[in-house]
């Protein structure tokens, strides 16, 4: 959801953001959040990703932040994000799987229509940093979207089977 600013400021006055979700308190959070912060060009749409409504090759990024890590299906979520980027368009996947996981991919679109797949993570103590001090800079009241908290033994279960409700949860130590 962080990225709607980003990407927002990015595309530039022409440009246009759709972000996607299946769950209606993530959806509704993402209009207050778009709302709040007057972001121009958002849009926010309801769509299963594994059975997505949008116009294929009609995007020039997918950014799929923290889906395939949760969500699983892997391969099938990369069939989904490479069939709704354009010709010499980037899918950027954001995440973390374990040493050995692999993903396939239709190599045909990606030789003769130039995709470019973009792996990225991010614990870096500087993006760290950087995302503490964005963080503590109450640009947006985040707590909002903090609707659990766990210790670190839970964190295993958490993602193993997450409530429904779970938008985003705090880790006390
Ligand atoms: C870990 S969250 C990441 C959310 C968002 N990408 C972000 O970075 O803030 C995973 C999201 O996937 C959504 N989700 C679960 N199943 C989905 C599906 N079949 N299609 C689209 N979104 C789905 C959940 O509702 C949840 O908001």
Known sequence: MGWLRLLSEW???????????????????????????????????????????????????????????????????????????????????FGGLERGAELTVDAYRLHYEELRLVGAFHHT?????AALAFLASGAYPWERLVTHRVDLEGVVGLFADPPRDLLKAAVFP
């Open 125 to 129: 103590p500087r993006t760290v940093r």
């Open 11 to 93: 595309v530039g006055p022409d440009g246009e953001v759709v972000g996607t979700d299946i769950d209606d308190a993530m959806l509704a959070e993402a209009k207050q959040f778009v709302a709040d912060g007057n972001l121009g060009k958002v849009t926010l749409l309801k769509d299963d990703l594994f059975a997505t409504r949008l116009e294929p090759s009609s995007f020039d990024l997918v950014h799929a932040r923290y889906e395939i890590t949760p969500l699983g299906r892997g391969s099938e979520q990369l069939t989904t994000y490479t069939r709704l980027v354009r010709p010499g368009g980037t899918v950027v996947f």
